[in-house]
């Protein structure tokens, strides 16, 4: 975006959020009409370095605040999947959390990538029954090929056939598991990498269909991260679907007589079943409930159970192959574009490194872990 | 070649270049050297952003600088209306293009990243563009550590053209 653009922007969105007219500004810059401020903020006239300094002056905003494309302003809204985040420390990662979507939407643009033309959408509303969100999943999971492991290719199949931007992203508090966000032109997940991969899986499950009913049925603020849903119908909704894509009903009844199995035989099958579909024990005993394979009553039971704790790993088997399997930082896609735009001198070193929260000597080990050529090195 | 005899703008990224390779007592005394409030703030510890980082004494990098300067908001909104790409920088290096925009002498911009290059290349202002090879080498200088190569002189040449060409500003 032209920096003349990207100043009428910022100006028309701090004049929305302090209540201003364009008559307003109008007088404030000393201009004869409103026509003048409508010119600057579609970004038809440029503003000038002194008319620039008197908005910062006037309006108490800083330059950056008009001239910083690595921001979102006025624009994105987030859905964070979380457990016991205070409130401030979430307020403060969605900032870095803009910051690097925003790089990602500036540095498309520079290089020549254009936005998605079609946006995908599930044909449900907030008056869907379980069973229909649940249906969806499992289509979802059939018609995009997924396979008889649905959660290993879920991510690839997000930003491939649906554009929709899939990061892997270490937070500042770890209690933030994930969050979607939408974009007017550009649809984000994030999942914190750190998580173990059930977690993850089920967590990119989830906001795959915030992300596919955002209009039907947006997604609040923030959310805690349960695998049932707690009381919000659009979350429950949401796990409904998740939970189908990540264990198809044909692939969870193949995988035991789960009706004859007990005690320690079923809690065996439970953790090597999630291990094989790359999901939670917990997961599953909720999904096998959901599907009537399990009563009701024997789900709270063993859900509750530590022996499904960690998929039954208690030593910290599955943490360490947690370690081993962790994804690489953000993603192929977004690397690769950061890649083009620092080698096109599109960015500096130093400002990307800064923004990815990386130092400049760590952006090539980056790029070396999505196996894209590194650019120059400083 | 003749040594440049007038002001040096340096970066962030060219001070800790100079540092490492043991250069920086050649280059200040060669040359009349300047930067700005940003860039000496970069290169001090925990603000260098690299790893491993170099041990930059302040008052060290401050006796071999002829002047810091100290950056307005005035030069910042002047230099990003010129060219909005300016944005595209690091805080360090779009300071010392403010700075650099807003003089009227002659001056010369030691700031190796293509970024900043490119700000050069779109103004117009590619004769301004040196290489930390090329200042040491007028100097007299040869480091016994060899420098990276975004700091050569045919890396900064090739770059150049490079960055011209996707430009449209040569044919």
Same mark, same amino acid.
């Given at each position: ?15 929305? &959020? +302090?209540? =201003? ?7 404030? #810059? ?10 600057? &903020? ?8 002194? &008319?620039?300094? =008197? ?11 008009? @001239? ?9 809204? #987030? ?41 995908h ?5 907030? @008056?869907?029954?379980? &069973? ?8 979802f999971?059939?018609?995009h ?5 649905? !959660?290993?290719r879920l991510a690839e199949v997000m930003e491939r056939d649906l554009n929709i931007l899939v ?20 649809d984000?997940v ?14 990119l499950a989830?906001e795959l269909?915030?992300i596919l ?11 805690? !991260? ?29 995988? !035991? ?11 065996? +099958?439970?953790?090597? @079943? ?16 959901? =599907? ?7 789900? +709270? ?13 208690? @030593?910290?088997? #599955? ?12 993603s ?47 | ?57 302040? %008052? *060290? ?15 910042? *909104? ?26 009227? %002498? ?8 293509? *970024? ?21 080498? %007028? ?9 990276? /190569?975004?700091?050569?002189? /045919? ?8 960055? *011209? ?7």
């Amino acid at each position: 975006m032209a920096v003349s653009a990207l100043i009428g922007q910022r100006l028309k969105a701090l004049r929305e &959020e +302090r209540n =201003l007219s364009q008559d307003d500004l109008a007088r404030l #810059f000393g201009f004869k009409d409103r026509q003048t401020v409508s010119a600057i &903020e579609t970004g038809e006239r440029r503003l000038s370095a002194d &008319e620039l300094l =008197l908005a910062v002056r006037e309006l108490g905003a800083p330059l950056d605040y008009f @001239t910083d494309p690595f921001r979102l302003v006025g624009e994105g809204r #987030f859905n964070w999947r979380q457990s016991n985040v205070p409130p401030a420390v979430l307020g403060a990662y969605e900032r870095v959390a803009g910051q690097i979507i925003a790089a990602f939407r500036t540095l498309g643009t520079q290089v020549g990538e254009k936005p998605p033309l079609v946006r995908h959408s599930l044909r449900l509303t907030k @008056t869907s029954r379980f &069973e229909d969100a649940a249906e969806a999943g499992e289509r979802f999971a059939a018609e995009h090929n997924l396979g008889e492991v649905p !959660a290993q290719r879920l991510a690839e199949v997000m930003e491939r056939d649906l554009n929709i931007l899939v990061l892997m992203v270490t937070p500042s508090h770890a209690g933030v598991s994930g969050a979607a966000c939408r974009l007017p032109d550009l649809d984000v997940v994030l999942i914190n990498r750190d998580e173990v991969p059930g977690r993850r899986h089920f967590d990119l499950a989830h906001e795959l269909f915030h992300i596919l009913t955002w209009d039907a049925m947006p997604p609040v603020h923030v959310e805690d !991260a349960t695998e049932t849903g707690g009381a919000n119908r659009v979350e429950q909704l949401a796990n409904s679907f998740a939970s189908a894509l990540l264990m198809p009903a044909r692939i969870v009844r193949e995988a !035991a007589d789960w009706r004859s199995l007990r005690e320690d035989a079923l809690i065996a +099958r439970l953790n090597a @079943t999630a291990d094989r579909l790359e999901v939670t024990s917990s997961a599953l005993v909720w999904r096998l409930a959901s =599907l009537e394979l399990l009563t009701k009553a024997d789900a +709270r039971a063993i859900s509750a159970s530590e022996a499904i704790r960690n998929n039954g790993h208690p @030593t910290g088997l #599955f943490a360490d192959s947690r370690a081993a399997g962790r994804p690489a930082l953000f993603s192929k896609r977004f690397v690769e574009i950061v890649a083009r735009a620092v080698e096109e001198g599109r960015v500096s070193i130093r400002k990307i490194a800064g923004l990815l929260g990386l130092s400049v000597d760590d952006l090539g080990s980056l790029f070396a872990a999505h196996g894209v050529p590194a650019p120059y090195e400083l | 070649m003749a040594r440049w005899r007038g002001p040096v703008l340096v970066d962030t990224n060219a001070i800790i270049e100079a540092w490492r390779i043991d250069a920086w007592r050649a280059l200040c005394g060669g040359y009349a050297l300047e930067t700005v409030e940003e860039c000496v703030i970069e290169t001090q510890t925990g603000y260098q952003n690299r790893r491993p980082e170099q041990q930059i004494d302040r %008052d *060290a990098l401050l006796a071999g600088l002829k002047a810091v300067h100290k950056v307005s908001d005035a030069e910042r *909104a002047a230099a990003l209306v010129r060219d909005g790409e300016v944005a595209m920088l690091d805080e360090g290096e779009k300071a010392l293009w403010a700075q650099a925009l807003a003089r009227s %002498d002659a001056w010369v911009l030691c700031g190796p990243d293509k *970024a900043s290059l490119r700000i050069g290349v779109r103004l117009n202002l590619r004769g301004r563009l040196v290489s930390l090879d090329r200042l040491l080498d %007028d100097a007299g200088f040869r480091p016994k550590t060899p420098l990276k /190569d975004a700091y050569r002189q /045919d890396w900064l040449l090739r770059t150049l053209v490079e960055l *011209a060409q996707r430009e449209g500003k040569i044919a």
